[in-house]
């Protein structure tokens, strides 16, 4: 989810703590607690620092080792010492027990949608993305917004959100069937069906589909379920050469490939580099696919600069490529 959607689950949570009556009868507990479920709600994206390092750490790490379940009962352990120890004297098992349920919260609302998390690491580097709930869901978010109003307002919060909380699991099962009849429609049109990515948009009635089979790519739009093809690429593997042996051992082509479910390839050679480029198929917006990783190799076979990222034209994706050091 995005961090305000995040967030206002963290304040919810705070809300439904007060369930517990000494957090309901205490308003200094209630006021760590209501700290420990906001910060724990968001502590998984800390993350997100590391685009200042590169975007292939940021790829490589982005809701993976942060959002596993060893990090899950670190965060909940951090936050909740940092506030007792700013505010003690009170119950840490409180505390420690709504803090991490924040950050269990974050974590499992994130597998719905397309980007999704590695949350079974260490048991499995699995990347877990359902791909029906969109990063930003104006539903969700609003409900949340209602909720807040209601508790100004003077209604119980618990009674508030875990009322809400009900009616959201209706909305993702919809969600959810609304996904299955697109697959299942697919299935049936194309027959042997490898792989289906879904993206959920922000508008209900419009979903990204990305689609591959055993000699195609397909990428296709979905509105009010019914399914348009948008764009076709036959499926060629990635060649088992010495250029492309090569291309894998850079590390943005590497975080991009770890990463990215569905992608095709191309090669374009210049007098004195060859450039090889991995594009993304999930994420096409406006008739371009910003999702790329790029590689130019000199005819030694020396990585001459790379970059991974989003970048929506071909003069910033050049920009960025004159300003990365190898």
Do not use: C
């Not at 305000?4 to 957090?23: E, F, R, Y």
């Not at 685009?51 to 292939?56: C, H, P, R, V």
């Not at 508008?203 to 397909?218: E, H, M, P």
């Amino acid at each position: 989810m995005d961090t305000g959607t995040h967030i206002a689950m963290g304040v919810a949570l705070g809300g439904i703590a007060t369930l517990d009556p000494s957090v309901g009868g205490d308003p200094v507990l209630f006021s760590a607690v209501m700290a420990g479920t906001v910060i724990g709600s968001h502590a998984p994206d800390f993350d997100t620092v590391l685009k200042l390092k590169s975007n292939a750490v940021y790829l490589r790490h982005h809701r993976g080792i942060t959002h596993s379940i060893p990090l899950v009962l670190f965060w909940g352990l951090l936050i909740s010492s940092l506030i007792f120890l700013a505010i003690p004297n009170m119950p840490y098992a409180v505390l420690w027990r709504w803090t991490t349920l924040a950050v269990v919260i974050h974590v499992f609302v994130d597998i719905f949608n397309a980007y999704g998390t590695q949350a079974l690491r260490p048991f499995s580097n699995k990347w877990i993305a359902l791909g029906f709930i969109n990063t930003f869901d104006p539903v969700i978010f609003t409900a949340h917004i209602v909720g807040f109003g209601f508790w100004m307002l003077g209604f119980n919060p618990a009674q508030t959100f875990l009322t809400i909380y009900s009616l959201l699991v209706f909305y993702y099962l919809k969600r959810f069937l609304q996904k299955r009849v697109l697959e299942r429609k697919i299935e049936i049109y194309y027959g042997e069906v490898e792989g289906i990515f879904t993206s959920p948009t922000i508008n209900q009635r419009i979903w990204r589909l990305a689609i591959t089979t055993k000699d195609s790519f397909y990428v296709a739009r979905a509105n009010h379920g019914n399914i348009q093809i948008v764009d076709q690429f036959e499926r060629i593997p990635v060649p088992n050469n010495k250029l492309m042996a090569t291309a894998k051992t850079d590390r943005n082509v590497a975080a991009f490939l770890s990463f990215s479910k569905v992608y095709r390839w191309e090669q374009v050679e210049y007098d004195d580099y060859t450039e090889v480029r991995f594009i993304d198929l999930r994420y096409r917006s406006k008739s371009h696919y910003p999702f790329v990783a790029v590689v130019k190799i000199s005819e030694d076979l020396e990585i001459l600069n790379s970059y991974t990222g989003w970048v929506f034209s071909e003069d910033k994706l050049q920009d960025k490529l004159l300003l990365e050091d190898v």
